[in-house]
């Protein structure tokens, strides 16, 4: 079972681990929808006090992945539908931000974001599909935050969680199609830094679009239709 990156659990609190380790047996759906979360079960199975258990419970109530109710918490998890709204608000952002980033020096960026698509060459290299998960956001994520856009930042912040669960979810699809798929996603991130390059808003425009059109395909594979 995928789990979250070393990196991005580097830090966090203990109520935002356990919350990533929920959320991503949600998303991927290991925890079913309908399934009721206890909060002194998953504090015996953490090894700790409730305390960061309802930290936790709140994170995913804010994710809209659990219903709190008096008798614990139910799971709705995620359908499709859900999935592809998510990736639509990510879109909004993406576009918004791609769109904005050729006012300012893109020297940096190109270069920063070439890195990255060189740590994912090298998680494809060693087969390390969490790290290939983590390198992927963190180049969209880079993008974002280039635009010094706070209000942007703040949305993309109130997503990045769930939208890291998705990501790890998806690319396990992935890479289940062999190396030269993934080397197809790799193109794509390529892809958008030439958009970028360009300083032109239909050549970047074009980028973004194509980019999310090619994520949905994956989507929809990684998160067929609840029957």
Do not use: C
């Not at 994520?215 to 029957?227: D, G, I, R, Y």
Request: glycine content about 4%.
């Amino acid at each position: 079972m995928m789990q979250f990156p070393p990196l991005w659990m580097k830090g966090a609190s203990l109520g935002e681990r356990i919350a990533n380790v929920l959320r991503l047996r949600i998303v991927s759906g290991e925890i079913k929808p309908g399934s009721i979360l206890s909060e002194n079960k998953i504090a015996k199975d953490f090894g700790t006090s409730r305390s960061p258990v309802r930290d936790a419970m709140k994170a995913l109530s804010a994710d809209g992945l659990i219903n709190l109710e008096r008798m614990g918490a139910v799971v709705l998890g995620l359908d499709l539908k859900d999935i592809q709204e998510l990736y639509d608000v990510r879109y909004l952002i993406e576009s918004f931000a791609q769109q904005r980033i050729p006012e300012q020096n893109l020297e940096n960026l190109v270069l920063t974001l070439n890195q990255i698509v060189d740590q994912m060459e090298l998680a494809l290299k060693y087969q390390n599909q969490s790290e290939f998960a983590y390198q992927d956001l963190t180049f969209h994520e880079t993008i974002i935050i280039k635009t010094n856009h706070m209000r942007i930042l703040n949305l993309w912040n109130g997503l990045r969680h769930l939208v890291m669960a998705v990501i790890l979810v998806t690319t396990e699809e992935v890479f289940s199609h062999g190396d030269d798929h993934v080397e197809w996603v790799i193109e794509k991130h390529r892809k958008i830094i030439r958009g970028l390059q360009t300083k032109q808003q239909a050549a970047i425009e074009k980028s973004v679009q194509e980019y999310f059109s090619d994520s949905k395909q994956t989507l929809n594979k990684a998160f067929p239709p609840s029957e």
